[in-house]
């Protein structure tokens, strides 16, 4: 059988800011490393490691996100198929995780490159000492010539192991260490405007879109689930490449099977344009990193002054108060029908909150006539 043509991307300033970038963060996903029966496929890592060691002979700092600790995890463990029971899947990836680390050392070894295990939840972003501490660990290793191998700490994961947690998590990553592009590697050669491996019923195939630079470009995107081997699919994607894109980083969503091209010049897959003005450190953190501790409940004319106009929350127009939080925290700001308009740094306990709701800044004691979230301490949806 013949190869398929190459498709034709044009170049484009996107993909030159990605081709030339100083930093990269190249997040793999399970399905680009393991088999369901075989576990990890060790000729994919050595393609991998070896398109990954050019890039950073080139002159490129490169971080690695590896997913695959769970599927890498099935065959040792005898299983038929990737758990689906929070435990055994902890399981699988504490049994994985060291065949993954071991696999990727192995791979690098051939051109004498060390690698570094480091595991991180996406909690240790919302936690600035762990943050900051993972941050200093990633850049002396990068300094010391070392690969960063960083995979979601599986087994301590509190709630599950949510699929598609390592696209969000190189996206936080690559934010965090001022990284200048990240790359998605996945078993999907870029985003389509549907799953493409459905095909409709006159034949239809979901169309390639080369370049993201802005939602408008999503309209009519259907972001469909992931493969077999368990994972985030297209919607955890397009979300990382949001949350990236407002961190000033551009995207290049490729196949990993293209590694080589997708690492060279970007003349493949997906890219995602950073917008031209980043959120703030602050605001950053505030939007995609901290957990939020409860909610306000604001009425018509408060969410029109937040959201619309950017202005400060005041009392005025809180109608309800969720949840037990103190001054500091993050809180998600919601409407009267119930969805999320923005989230925000409250500067009260939620019990004085409760005190102050409905009142207007005039009848309020004077130490409480700040407003309850500082506009530049409030992002909106
Ligand atoms: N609109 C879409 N564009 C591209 N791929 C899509 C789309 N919707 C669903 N997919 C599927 O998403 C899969 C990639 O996601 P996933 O399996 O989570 O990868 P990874 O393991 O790399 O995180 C692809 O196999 C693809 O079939
Ligand atoms: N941490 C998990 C992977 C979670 C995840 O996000 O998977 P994927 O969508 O394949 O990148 C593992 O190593 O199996």
Redesign the pocket.
Known sequence: MSEPARREIPQSDVRSRIAEARSIVV?I???ALTDMHDGLDRSRLDALADALEARMRAGTNVTVV???????GIAPLGLKKRPTDLATKQAA?SV??LA?AHAWGTSFHRYQRTVGQVLLTADDFANRRHHANAQRTLERLVSLGVVPVI??N?TVATNE???????R?AALVAHSIRADALLLLSDVDGLYDGDPRKVGPNGERAQFIPEVHGPEDLDGVIAGS?GA????GMA?KLTAARLSADAGVPVLLAAASDAALALQDASVGTVFAARAERLSARRFWVRHAADSSGSLVLDDGAVAAVVNRRRSLLAAGIVDVKGAFYAGDVVELVDLAGAVRGRGVVSYDADEITLMEGRSTADLPPDLRRPVVHADDLVAR
């Open positions: 997040k996903g399970s399905s590896s997913s695959g600790a769970v599927g890498a990836a994985g995780q993954l995979n979601e599986d192991i949510r699929f598609g947690d390592n696209d998590l992931g081997l368990g994972t985030g955890s």
